[in-house]
Every structure is written in C-alpha cells, then in structure tokens.
C-alpha cells in the first residue's frame, strides 16, 4: 500500500518509543517493535509472518494478511500508536483485493456521525465506520483528535 503519516504525538503509548540517544534509541526501537506487534496480535488479525521495525518515528510492517480491511486496520494500530510518524506497509494480501477505504484524521469536533455525513452523505451510517474500525474502538463515542479511522467504501 505504501507510506501513510499520522500525527505522532497522538494515540496509544507503546513503551520504549521516543528515546532517541544511542544504544538506548536501538533497544527502544526492538522493544517497540514488540511492543507494536504484541498490539497487533492481541487484536486477534490474521496475519502470517508478521514483522514490525521502528527507526526513528516510521514503523514498517511485513506479513501476509487475509484481506485488505485487516490490512488497512494492522496500519491504523501501528500508526495509532504515540511516537510513530508514518507506516511503511509491505504486507501482501492472500485473498483477491476488496476496495481500498479512505482515511480520515479526527479533528476536535468530530462525531462518527458527523464523519458519516461528509463521507457517505449521511449521518445515520456512522456504524459502518465504527464496525470497520473495531477492534480499535470500543464505542462510537470513543474516538480523539489525530487519530486516524478507515472510512470503508459502501456496497
């Protein structure tokens, strides 16, 4: 899919991410990288051979997924995550490709409801945003300023 920026002040703390001295800076950057990937395999995606390394704020990320949406949410928790600036997605996609989703960063206002309405020209469709970026969300209400959400094409 290629590179994609977040905000890297914004998102979920994985320990070990912003040392940037020296050795300190190498073994921050392991622990990331098992911190992230940890992330990713509690969420219960299906990815094979997954592999995630951080240098500096840009992770990248390696693996075999069953299909674009798990591809596009193993990106959103990877960059979701504080200290990471930008994702270097390499994954590969075992099944025959569904339609690429949009991205949309949160801004101070926004409702699953509201994005619904600029995306699909309605509001009431904000559940087809929040089931496409669970397990990331917990609730409908639970989303934050610079946080990234898939906005998956309708059918």
Known sequence: MGLFSFIKNAGAKVFGIGKTTGEEAAEAAVEAASGLKNAVETLGFNVTDLNIEVAGETATVWGEVDSQSTREKVVLVVGNTEGIGSVDDR???????????????????????????TYYGNAMKYPEIFEANKPMLSHPDKIYPGQVLRIPALD
Do not use: N, R
Request: charge should be neutral; hydrophobic fraction near 45%; aromatic fraction near 4%.
């Open 91 to 117: 994954m590969t996609i075992a099944a025959p490709v569904e339609p690429v989703s949009q991205f949309h960063t949160v801004v101070s206002g926004d409702t699953l409801g509201k994005i619904a309405k």
